[in-house]
Every structure is written in structure tokens, then in C-alpha cells.
């Protein structure tokens, strides 16, 4: 699809309430499912939020309870990746730390039996 066609709809979907919306999603879901190839989600997160979705839908919930519901995991996936980007950067980074160390000299092989000294028995005296 071109961008030109894309802006078009966008503008007319920004007009709409969400259960017009939700009208206008069943109907492209219904296209996609007879002419185009599915499309996956492409990350975890995004299938379960589709699931629920779908779910809710499925059960006739209020449109609000549904936007409400999807406000919410929205917000959760964006906490989600910025945790994801946050552990990435501290792996990379002890990753470059430990490439600058300098590397170990092997140790000096201990004997196996220690010399034993010897000390002034202490009861005897």
C-alpha cells in the first residue's frame, strides 16, 4: 500500500469512535483473510495483546472496557521494551569491558604438598 493511500485512511480512521473503528478493523481483517497473506505478529507480546483482544471482542465487551484493556497492555509492551533495551545495554557494555581487561597470567603451579613448617611446639613449654 503507498503512503499517499495510507495518510487517506489514517485521517478518515481519526474521525471515527472506537466502535466505528472496530467495525472498520473487522472488515480489514476480513479482506486480509480472504486476499492477502496473514500477516504474523512479529513478537510474543504482540500475539497475547492480539489474543486478548480478540478475546474480548469475541465476548461483547464495551468498547471502552476493550480500549481501556488495550491502553493498558500498550503501555505495558512499551515498560516491556524499554526493560528489553536497558538489559541489552548492560550485557553490551560488560561485553565491552571484559574485551579491554587485560588478560590473566596463568598462574604459578602450587606443589601438590606444601612444605610444612615447622613451629616450637607449644605445649612443651
Known amino acids: 500500500m503507498n503512503d499517499l493511500l495510507k ?11 472506537d466502535d466505528k473503528a472496530y467495525q472498520v478493523l473487522d472488515y480489514a481483517e476480513f479482506l486480509t483473510s480472504k486476499y492477502a497473506q496473514r500477516a504474523q505478529p512479529d ?8 489474543t486478548v483482544e480478540n478475546t474480548m471482542r469475541a465476548g461483547k465487551l464495551p468498547v ?10 500498550d503501555s505495558a509492551a512499551k515498560v516491556m521494551k ?14 565491552k569491558t571484559a574485551e579491554t581487561l587485560p588478560k590473566p597470567e596463568p598462574a604459578a603451579e602450587l606443589p601438590l604438598y606444601p612444605e610444612q613448617k615447622s613451629e ?6
Open 7 to 17: 495518510q487517506r485512511i489514517l485521517r478518515l480512521l481519526e474521525t471515527l469512535d
Open 43 to 50: 513478537n510474543l507480546f504482540t500475539k497475547i495483546t492480539a
Open 64 to 73: 471502552q472496557a476493550i480500549t481501556g484493556t488495550m491502553s493498558l497492555m
Open 82 to 95: 524499554g526493560l528489553a533495551a536497558a538489559g541489552q545495554a548492560v550485557v553490551e557494555e560488560a561485553i
Open 120 to 125: 616450637p611446639d607449644k605445649l612443651s613449654s
